[in-house]
């Protein structure tokens, strides 16, 4: 599976931006897709996931109510939809893959076998 993160630029505080993340390869439709982000100088840390087989979702606690994961599977496509954003959201947004995670590894960056290249995303205050 290949991932093509596309989507983030430069927006105001309160502003909203949409992420998406293109996935190339016929067993999309059995993978869990996740968000995660890195801003400088600190660790990566999960944004959200989607199983693409059932639609359940999971989110950062911090983040939940401002960020929804959504995922298309007729177009392979799964989307971050971020509102209210703030200078503390400022970071690479990186998606990633798995067709066999559990439950309980899902927030785990480690876990993910496929990555894509990231997409910048800069909040000015």
């Known amino acids: 599976v290949q991932l093509q993160a596309s989507g983030g630029g430069l927006v105001q505080a309160g502003g909203s931006l949409r992420l998406s993340c293109a996935a190339s390869?016929?067993?999309?439709?059995?993978?869990?897709v996740a968000w995660f982000r890195q801003a400088p100088g600190k660790e990566r840390e999960f944004v959200a996931a989607i199983r693409m087989s059932g639609r359940h979702t999971y989110y950062a606690d911090s983040l939940k109510g401002r960020f929804t994961i959504s995922g298309d599977n007729a177009k392979s496509t799964v989307y971050l939809l971020m509102n209210s954003l703030t200078p503390e959201d400022t970071a690479v947004y990186y998606c990633?893959?798995?067709?066999?995670?559990?439950?309980?590894?899902?927030?785990?960056?480690?876990?993910?076998?496929?990555w894509g290249q990231g997409t910048q995303v800069t909040v000015s205050s």
């Open positions: 390869g016929r067993t999309f439709s059995r993978q869990t």
């Open positions: 990633a893959a798995d067709p066999s995670i559990i439950l309980s590894s899902i927030r785990m960056s480690h876990q993910y076998e496929y």
